[in-house]
């Protein structure tokens, strides 16, 4: 048994979108997000020895771009605590009604489940992208998620139209074998 | 006005992308009256194509990747 299985090489290949995805949804800026990937990766790298093959390579380095997540927010939180912070029970002096109902959250909303909801998705979505061959997975990624034209991508890649559409048709039906059981 | 279901399923996934004609579309519609596969198949493509831009999915592209490769090679 192998203990150590680790292939640094291929991480940016490999991980970068899902960890960066992973980290979007988190702090909300793509440039940061970036850095903080990036920082994971050679953060690994410099303790690739301590790695155990416990776990898998990318559940690995989420462990790690995790507490760079934290990092990044206690650095934040230092920076603001030297701004005033000024909070209003409410911004219109002769509203009616009582103040503390109307502060509390409505228990209708169902806004942070949507969020949480979309963040699972996505990473579902991607895991699922990554099972796929190399080329069906670069041609629906261009394709779908940065939403290039057809022409471009059959001049970037070298194919024919109707090559893409049947890669396209090829990783659209494995994907949704793939997210089948849990999102359909 | 009849269509395969190869062809059904090649105007399916380019309707995803806002790729297939108006009479492309009605000949869709038509082979899904005679044809429940594939208003099966279609049903679920839609439902992906819904899932993906709900998870407003992001990627680096292969300039960032590339940066990223280099940043890396120099502290390896």
């Keep these: 048994m192998?203990?150590?299985?680790?292939?640094?090489?291929?991480?940016?290949?490999?991980?970068?979108?899902?960890?960066?995805?992973y980290a979007v949804t988190r702090v909300s800026d793509t440039e940061i997000a970036k850095d903080l990937v990036q920082d994971t990766f050679i953060a690994g790298l410099k303790s690739a020895k301590n790695f155990k093959g416990e776990s898998a390579e990318r559940t690995w380095l989420i462990a790690i771009l995790k507490r760079k997540i934290i990092d990044h927010y206690r650095k934040s939180n230092s920076k603001k605590g030297k701004a005033e912070v000024r909070m209003s029970y409410n911004s219109q002096l002769d509203a009616e009604g009582n103040w503390m109902e109307e502060r509390i959250a409505d228990p209708n909303s169902n806004f942070e489940n949507n969020i949480?909801?979309?963040?699972?998705l996505g990473l579902a979505i991607q895991n699922c992208i990554s099972k796929l061959p190399k080329k069906q997975a670069q041609v629906f990624t261009m394709k779908?998620?940065?939403g290039m034209e057809t022409?471009?991508?059959c001049n970037a890649l070298e194919i024919n139209a109707s090559n893409l559409w049947v890669m396209i048709h090829r990783a659209r039906t494995s994907l949704m074998g793939c997210l089948n059981q849990n999102w359909f | 006005m009849m269509i395969s279901c190869e062809k059904a399923a090649d105007i399916c996934n380019k309707a995803q992308y806002k790729e297939a004609s108006l009479w492309e579309k009605v000949k869709l519609k038509f082979h899904f009256i005679v044809c429940t596969t594939c208003a099966e198949y279609s049903k679920n493509n839609t439902k992906l194509t819904s899932l993906c831009n709900q998870a407003r999915l992001a990627v680096l592209?292969?300039?960032?990747?590339k940066k990223m490769k280099e940043n890396?090679?120099?502290?390896?």
Excluded: G
């Design chain 2, 61 to 65: 592209s292969d300039e960032e990747k």
């Design chain 1, 151 to 153: 022409e471009d991508i």
């Design chain 1, 144 to 146: 779908t998620i940065q």
């Design chain 1, 2 to 21: 192998k203990i150590k299985n680790l292939n640094p090489n291929k991480w940016v290949d490999l991980y970068a979108d899902y960890l960066f995805n």
């Design chain 2, 72 to 76: 890396f090679n120099k502290v390896k």
């Design chain 1, 116 to 120: 949480l909801e979309n963040e699972e």
